[in-house]
């Protein structure tokens, strides 16, 4: 007996297998996938420590909060580039502390001081020599007293004209109601913010522990802020102790250069 190739399936089966084939990828692609809710960006703060560089005690205590704190660190002081390498290397992120003139003038900003008597060269070469002093690892900058010079547009023009050269964000620290520092920084294209709490005006726990209350307020109102305190014992422990108190209430600490635009 001769035996034949199989026969193959009727084209009606073939033609049902496919249409079983191809309802079962339509009701598959039609089952609604679970589409999660968008993450709502928690507040932000930003806490800024100024006046570093006269010694390590303060720095040393700084790295043992496992948070990122931002210092601020006056130039040519005796730690000023110790502190700005120790700090960058433990993961802090490191400002220049930039001396300007106070109102008054029986209040010495320091070294390096931006005064309003200076014409535009000397303001460009003081704040190119200040940026210099320290390591290459600062982001950014903030004043250091400066209520006189920051009120004084060519003084800010010029000294922030500098910055943005160097690609530094400034923080206007507000020591005066006038600073037109922020309103310049934005008119220039620097990357800018201001504070809206100083955490340390008194050297008191309860004092301390009350602004960094109002600070989170505002986070939470605004949806970020920045405090600045200084390089005090006592500061830094009242912010060390309620670090879990702002992670609590859902806010994020970050460095300054998240927040500044």
């Known amino acids: 007996m001769a035996y ?6 009727p084209l009606l089966i073939l033609a049902l297998l496919l249409s079983i084939l191809w309802c079962i990828l339509f009701l598959i692609k039609s089952i609604p996938k679970k589409i999660p809710p968008p993450e709502i960006p928690r507040p932000e703060i930003a806490i800024i420590i100024d006046d570093f560089g006269h010694s390590e ?13 931002t210092l601020a660190i006056l130039p040519y002081l005796p730690y000023s580039c110790q502190i700005a390498r120790s700090a ?19 209040n010495n900003p320091g070294k390096g001081a931006i005064y309003t008597k200076m014409s535009q060269e000397e303001i460009v070469y ?15 900058v903030n004043n250091h007293m400066g209520s006189r010079a920051t009120a004084d547009e060519r003084v800010m023009k010029a000294m922030l004209q500098e910055l943005k ?6 923080i ?5 109601k006038d600073t037109l520092g922020f309103t310049i920084a934005r008119e220039l ?11 340390d005006n008194e050297k008191d726990a309860d004092y301390i522990r009350a602004q960094i209350e109002k600070l989170m307020a505002r986070a939470l109102k605004d949806k970020k802020a920045i405090g600045i305190g200084h390089a005090h014992s006592l500061t830094v422990e009242v912010i060390k ?3 879990p108190e702002i992670e609590k209430k859902g806010i994020k600490l970050v460095f300054a250069s998240k927040i500044a635009k």
């Open 189 to 199: 294209g620097v990357r800018t913010a201001r504070r809206d709490i100083f955490l």
């Open 57 to 69: 005690e303060v720095a040393q205590k700084i790295y043992k909060i496992p948070a990122p704190i």
């Open 4 to 9: 034949g190739r199989k026969k193959s399936p």
């Open 88 to 106: 960058t290397a433990k993961g802090y992120e490191v400002m220049l502390h930039l001396p300007m003139e106070p109102l008054d003038p029986m």
């Open 172 to 176: 206007d620290s507000v020591t005066f």
């Open 241 to 243: 102790e309620m670090i």
């Open 165 to 170: 050269k160097h690609n530094l964000y400034y």
């Open 126 to 140: 003081q704040t190119r020599e200040n940026i210099i002093n320290l390591p290459p690892v600062i982001k950014g």
